[in-house]
C-alpha cells in the first residue's frame, strides 16, 4: 500500500517523551490537601512517583530550588534548552510564556489552564496565537484546558490529575478531549477489566497538537497496540482518514466514542473545548470510511478496548458474527438473544452433532440448544459447565464463545459462585480453538480480581451486560470485514482540461451540464435559446417530447415561478410554452434577471433520486445521494461519503439507503441501474475533488435512475461556485 | 372509574402470607457446602433467619423431626391443614405430591423443581396436571421451574436461594420469570441503589399463578408502592390491561423489562399484513395502553425502580422533559446531551435571570448555560457546585435537576471527590422544590455507599450512565402524561342486529361491505353481478368510472390473474372488460371457483392505507393500521392497538405511524381527514369485539384517505371468519 505518501507528519517525541521538563507553577508552599496542592507540584511529584528517567527543573522566580528539583527564575534563565515546558499557571500568562519558551529553543509545551477558545472573545484572541506558534514555528502543545500527557513507558507524566500507585502499564493508549473523562475512562480500564495503558493524553482545545497527529504518534509508538479516544471536534479532518488507513494497515484499532452528535451537544462541546463537531452523518461515513471503530457511550468505549486489546482473543477470531451463548440463567439467555439479534449478531442452532452430544452428557436437560442454559444444575454438579463450554467451543456453527458469568465481587461473600466458573473456563481457553469473551448481567458492582486476573491472563476480556457485550462483538465482525475488504482508498484522477477560471455564482446550466459530463454523468439532451423561435428549432434537435426550463441566476424553485413546461409534444406547443413562460415569471419574479430558456428532451422513465456535494464545516466536501420526493421529504433516507470515493466506497454507501431494495427491484419490479449510480456517486466525488474550494454546493435533481442496463442520467442541477 | 368492575381476582394470600407452611424434601442430611444443602433445608433455613411467625412442618417419612420442626411422613399425616406447601423434590413426584396435597386440604404450594413445560412431551403433561389443579380447584401454584416467593414484611421466605443477611425492606415489589435474574435484580436494587424491596417472586412457569394475579395483589398489598417485573410470556394476556389500569388507579408505577422480543416475532401470524405487525409492537402497544413503564435492559429496570420508588422525588415531579444538568466534567455534559436528545429530552437554555447570576456568582466561567460545566475549579472552590445546583434547582426552564456524580467507591481512597458534592446535594435537597437525581459517568465500578444512602434519604436517587438516567427520565415524563391524559379505556357498543350466523371461510365482498358499514366504514359502491349484462346496469348505478374485479373464494390476489379492470368510463368498456376478465381467470386460475363480478365506482383521490384485524398468539385480535405502497413494503411503517379502542387512543396510534406527515399535509399538499381514519380505526377495534373469536383476519386495502373533511373509504376487504 502507499498510503500516506505524501503525508508528512511533525513528530511529537518531545511532548510525548521529553529528555528534560520544566515546569511552571510549582512552589514551595506545602498544603497537605491533595485537591489544594498547586498542579505544578502535583506534576513533579507526578514525575517523581513514576521515576521519569529525564531531568526536572521548576520555574519560579522567588525560590532556587522546588521539591529537590533546580529551580530558575525563567526560562531564558535555564543554561541549556529543555524539551518540554508544563505551564501550571493562569491563562493570561500563558502566550507570552509559550512565546519566550519557543524563543528560548523549548520545542514542545503542555498548558493546563482554561479559558481560552471555549470561552469568550479574549480567550479566543489567546488560542490564536498558540495557534499561530504551532503553525509557524512547529511549537508542539498539548492544550490548553487539559490534564496533559502521562507516557508510561517513557515514564514521562507532565499530568495534572493525581495518579494512584498501582498503575496498569499496557498496550491501549487513550486520548480524551475531556480530561475528567480521561482518569474516568483509563480507571475503568484499569480496575475493572484489567487493561493496562501505554499513554494518557488528555488534549483539551488541540491548539497545537491534534487528535489527528496523537493517533499518528501512537500508530508509529511500539508500546501502543490500541488506540482510544473520546472526541468532541477534530481539528484537522482532512487528515483523520489518511491517519485511519495507517492504523488500519499498521494493524492497531482505533476506537472513537464521538460526541456533540445533537445540536445541544454541539454547544455543550464548543463551550467546552472549542470544539466544532461536525454533522453526526459525515462523522460516522468517514469512521466508516478509515475502518474506525465507533462506539456510542463510554460503557461501550470501555468494552471494546477490553476485547480489542486482547490479544489472545484477537487472534483466534476468524470474522463472523454468530456467537454461542452460554448461561445459568434462562432469563438472561433470552435477554442476551434479544440483544444479539437488535445489534445484528446471529445466535444460530447447534450442528446436530452437538446436539446429540449435549444430549447424552447431560440427559436430564432435554433438547438443548444455543443459547445453552446450564440452569441451576450447573452450579450442582461442577462437570455440567465444562461439558456445555466444551460443546460450543466445538461447534462449528459458533464463531465466538460468550459467557454470561457473575463476575461481581459479591456483598457478602458466601454468594460468591463465580470463581468456580472463571477455573472452568481458564482452563478450556488454555486449548481452544474460539475466542471466548465473558460478560455479566448487570452492568455495575465491584468486578472480582479473582475471576478478572486469571481470565484476562486466560485471554478471556471481560465486558459488562448483554447489551454492551453484543455490541462490541458486532464493532469487531465489522472491523474485521474492513480490513479484509478490498476497499483501497480511492485516488480521483485529474482533469487537465478543467476550466479553473470560474466565475462566481451559480454555474450556468448548460456549463454544469459540460462539467458532468467530464466526469463521465451523463446529461439530458439539453439546449439553451434566447427565443421561441430558437426553442421549437431546438426542440426538433432534441427530440419531441420535451421540457422548458426558465434560466436565471435569480430562480431557484422554477417551478414556483411558472418557469418549467413539462411534456411540450410539438412545435406550436412549444412556441405557446415559451411565451407564456415569459409573462408568468415577470409577474411571479418581476426583478429576476431572465437569461434564456433551456429546452431538454424528457428523460425515460426511471427512478427519482438526488446526487449532490455539501460542504461540512469540519469536513469539507461531502457527497450525498438519496431518494427523491417522500423517502427524503419524510425520512432524510440520504447516504453520505467522503470524497474521494471508490466505486466500491459508492456502492457500499447506496446499499445503506433504506430505499435499497426499490433500487434492487421491489415487488417483481425490474432492478435499477445500481452500478451507473455508482458511477455517477464516483464521479461527482471526483469532481468535488478536482474543484476544491471553488465548490460551495451541487445538486442533481433529479437523477434518473433508468433500468439496469440503460445508465442514469442527470436533468436538473445546481452548481455554485465561489 | 369502573375499571375491574366484571374482573374477579383469586386470592394469593394462602400463597403469598401463608399462616403455616410444610416443606417436602428437607432431610437430617446436614451437609456444610452451602450450595450442596438439600433446598428443603435451605427453605426451612431462611424461614428460620427471617424470623417467619407462622407454624413450620417438615414432610420426611424417615425422621420425626427435620431442624428442629416437626417432621410428618406425608401432607395427609398432618392433623390441621396448611396454607402452603413447599416441594423441593424431583419434577417427577409433583403431580401426585399436589393432588393429594390439595385433597389434604392445603391452599397453595411452591414448585422449584425444573422439567416441565420448558421441556420435551413428559415436563408437558406433568404441568398440564398442575394448571388443571390451578384452573379446576383454585389451588394456587408458583412455579414450577422457578425460586419461590419471599414476602419481606411478612417474613416469609419461601425461597430457594440464600438470602443474605442485611435484606433491605422496602416499597417494591418483583416477579421475574428467571430465578437467577430476581436475585440478581433484587441484589442490585438493594446494593447499588439502596432501594428496599417488600416482595420477591421468581414465577417460573406460571402453572398457577400468573404475572396478572401476582400484579394485582402487590396492587392491593399495602407495602408494595412499585412493581417490577422480569417477564418473558404472559399467561393471562387478556387480564393485563385490566391489572396495569388499576395499577395506574392506585398510583403504583408497574415496570416491566419483557424478554424474547425477537423469538417472539418470529411467531408471525400467517396472512399478509400480519407478518407486518410482529407480537414485540403488540406487547408495547398493550405496555403504552395500559401505561406500564416499558424498560429495555435490566439495567435501565435497576435504574427505573431506582426512580420511580423515590417517593420525595416523585412528589416534586410536576411532569415535563426539560433536564438540567450539572457537571465537573465538559465531555460528561457534551455526552449527556447526546444521551438525552436521543431519548427525546430537551437540555434548554436557562433564563436569562439565571444566566446573569450565575455570570456575578462565578465570573471566571464566561457564559454559563445548560448544561453547566463546574469544571476542575468546583473541585477547588467549594462554593461554586451549592451555586450552580441552586442555579438549576431556581430556573423556571428546568422541570428535572440531573447531577453528574462519581458516585464509586474510589480505589485507591485517596482518589475520592464525589462526597463533598454529595453533601451539598443532599443540603440542596432538603429545600428544593425539583426534583434531583444523581447519575455517574460509566456504569460499573462499586458504588460508595457514604454517597448512596444519604442522597437516597434526601429523596436523591441515584442512577448509572448518561444512556440509562435520560432513558429513565424519559419513561417518566412518559407515565406522567399517561396519568394526566384523559385517555379512559374505550367500551366497544353492542351491535344488537350483528349476524352471528356466519359461515366459516372468506366472506363474500358484499358482506363484508355491509358488515363494515354497520361500524360505521363507508366503503365505495359496490354491486355483485353475474352476467355482462348485469355489470353495465350496475355500472351505470354506481356512477362512471367503475372498477370489475373477480369474485372468488379461490382468488386472494386477484390483478395477478387478470381478475381486476380500472377506470371504465362506459357501459362498451364494461362489457369487454367483463369478458376478458372471464376467459383470462379461466386461463390464470383453471381451478378456481368463480362466483361472479363486483362492480364499483372508483374511489376519489386520497391516500391510499391499510387497517385490518391480526390474531396475536398472545393477545388475541390486534388493529393494525398503516399506509399503503411503498412505505409498508419497505419500512414495516404500521402501527397496532388492541381492541377496544377510543378515539383518543386511535389518534395517538396513527400520529405514531412515521409517514403521520403525509396525511398532516406534506409540502403544501392538503391535509387528510385525520378523523375519520381514527373513527375508522375505532370502527374496526368494535367490530373485533363484536365478533370474537370468529374473526380470523380482516384486512381492508386499500383504505383511501380522502382530504381532511371528506371522510374515508374502504375499497376492498378480506374477512375471514373460523
Chains 1, 2 share one sequence.
Not at 240 to 247: D, H, M, N, P
Request: charge should be neutral; charged fraction near 20%.
Amino acid at each position: 500500500m502507499t498510503i500516506d505518501s505524501n503525508q508528512t507528519w511533525r513528530d511529537l517525541t518531545p511532548l510525548m517523551n521529553p529528555r528534560s521538563v520544566a515546569v511552571v507553577g510549582a512552589s514551595q508552599r506545602t498544603d497537605t490537601l491533595p485537591n489544594r496542592e498547586p498542579r505544578g507540584n502535583r506534576v513533579i511529584r507526578n514525575l517523581k512517583n513514576f521515576g521519569y528517567p529525564g531531568r526536572i527543573i521548576a520555574i519560579n522566580p522567588k525560590y532556587r530550588e522546588v521539591m529537590d528539583c533546580r529551580c530558575y527564575r525563567d526560562l531564558a534563565a535555564i543554561p541549556e534548552p529543555v524539551d518540554c515546558v508544563v505551564l501550571a499557571v493562569p491563562n493570561r500568562s500563558v502566550p507570552d510564556l509559550l512565546e519566550s519558551a519557543a524563543a528560548a529553543g523549548v520545542r514542545a509545551a503542555v498548558v493546563f489552564a482554561a479559558g481560552f477558545a471555549e470561552t469568550g472573545a479574549e480567550g479566543k484572541s489567546r488560542q490564536t496565537r498558540l495557534e499561530a506558534l504551532s503553525r509557524e514555528r512547529g511549537f508542539l502543545i498539548c492544550g490548553p484546558n487539559c490534564y496533559g500527557v502521562l507516557n508510561v513507558f517513557g515514564k514521562a507524566p507532565l499530568f495534572a490529575s493525581s495518579i494512584p500507585p498501582g498503575f496498569l502499564a499496557g498496550p491501549v493508549a487513550l486520548v480524551s478531549q475531556s480530561g475528567g473523562l480521561s482518569t474516568t475512562i483509563a480507571n475503568a480500564l484499569m480496575l475493572n477489566r484489567h487493561v493496562g495503558l501505554s499513554h494518557i493524553v488528555s488534549c483539551g482545545n488541540q491548539s497545537g497538537a491534534t487528535f489527528e497527529e496523537y493517533f499518528n504518534y501512537f500508530v508509529e509508538d511500539e508500546n501502543t497496540r490500541v488506540i482510544a479516544a473520546f472526541v468532541e471536534g477534530f481539528k484537522q479532518p482532512e487528515r483523520l482518514l489518511a491517519v485511519a488507513r495507517k492504523a488500519v494497515e499498521y494493524q492497531k484499532p482505533l476506537i472513537i466514542l464521538k460526541g456533540g452528535r445533537s445540536e445541544v451537544s454541539k454547544r455543550a462541546a464548543a463551550t467546552h473545548s472549542g470544539s466544532l463537531a461536525g454533522a453526526a452523518e459525515v462523522v460516522d461515513a468517514a469512521f466508516r470510511q478509515g475502518g474506525i471503530v465507533s462506539v456510542r457511550s463510554l460503557n461501550e468505549l470501555i468494552d471494546a478496548v477490553s476485547v480489542f486489546s486482547c490479544e489472545g482473543f484477537l487472534k483466534l477470531y476468524r470474522g463472523g458474527r454468530r456467537i454461542g451463548v452460554l448461561s445459568g440463567s434462562g432469563g438472561e439467555c433470552t435477554l442476551v438473544s434479544d440483544a444479539a439479534v437488535n445489534v445484528g449478531l446471529e445466535v444460530p442452532e447447534l450442528t446436530e452433532t452437538t446436539k446429540s452430544q449435549l444430549q447424552e452428557a447431560v440427559a436430564d436437560f432435554g433438547n438443548m440448544n444455543n443459547p445453552l442454559d446450564g440452569t441451576g444444575a450447573m452450579y450442582d454438579d461442577p462437570n455440567i459447565f465444562p461439558r456445555l463450554l466444551r460443546a460450543l467451543i466445538d461447534d462449528s456453527n459458533i464463531d465466538v464463545v460468550t459467557i454470561n458469568l457473575e463476575a461481581n465481587d459479591p456483598r457478602p461473600k458466601e454468594l460468591k459462585s463465580g470463581n468456580r466458573f472463571a477455573a472452568a473456563i481458564e482452563k478450556a481457553a488454555g486449548s481452544s480453538t474460539k475466542p471466548i469473551t465473558c460478560f455479566s448481567s448487570v452492568v455495575g458492582g465491584p468486578v472480582d480480581p479473582e475471576i478478572l486476573l486469571p481470565l484476562r491472563a486466560a485471554s478471556v476480556p471481560l465486558m459488562e451486560g448483554a447489551e454492551c457485550a453484543t455490541s462490541t462483538i458486532e464493532r469487531l465482525a465489522e472491523y474485521y470485514e474492513f480490513k479484509k475488504s478490498s476497499s483501497k482508498p480511492s485516488t480521483a484522477p485529474t482533469i487537465e482540461q478543467l476550466d479553473k477560471t470560474l466565475s462566481s455564482g451559480i454555474m450556468p446550466a448548460e456549463a454544469a451540464f459540460q462539467l458532468f459530463q467530464q466526469f463521465g454523468i451523463l446529461t439530458v439532451p439539453t439546449v439553451f435559446v434566447r427565443s421561441a423561435e430558437e426553442a421549437s428549432r431546438a426542440a426538433e434537435r432534441v427530440g419531441f417530447p420535451v421540457v422548458l426550463k426558465i434560466e436565471s441566476p435569480d430562480v431557484t424553485h422554477k417551478s414556483d415561478v411558472g418557469g418549467v413546461a413539462l411534456g411540450l409534444a410539438n412545435v406550436s406547443d412549444v412556441r405557446a410554452a415559451y411565451e407564456r413562460m415569459h409573462s408568468q415569471v415577470a409577474q411571479c419574479a418581476p426583478t429576476a434577471k431572465i437569461a434564456g430558456v433551456i429546452v431538454q428532451r424528457m428523460a425515460g422513465a426511471g427512478l427519482e433520486m438526488i446526487l449532490g456535494i455539501n460542504r461540512d464545516p469540519l469536513f469539507g466536501p461531502v457527497v450525498l445521494c438519496g431518494f427523491g420526493g417522500i423517502l427524503v421529504e419524510l425520512l432524510k433516507d440520504v447516504v453520505v461519503g467522503i470524497p474521494p470515493l471508490s466505486f466500491e466506497q459508492a456502492r457500499d454507501m447506496i446499499a445503506r439507503l433504506r430505499g435499497f431494495p426499490i433500487l434492487a427491484g421491489l415487488r417483481g419490479k425490474p432492478p435499477a441501474d445500481i452500478d451507473s449510480l455508482c458511477q455517477a456517486v464516483v464521479g461527482v466525488s471526483h469532481l468535488a475533488m478536482s474543484l476544491g474550494d471553488r465548490l460551495a454546493g451541487l445538486d442533481i435533481n433529479p437523477l434518473i435512475v433508468l433500468p439496469k442496463g440503460e445508465g442514469v442520467i442527470a436533468v436538473d442541477a445546481l452548481v455554485e461556485i465561489k
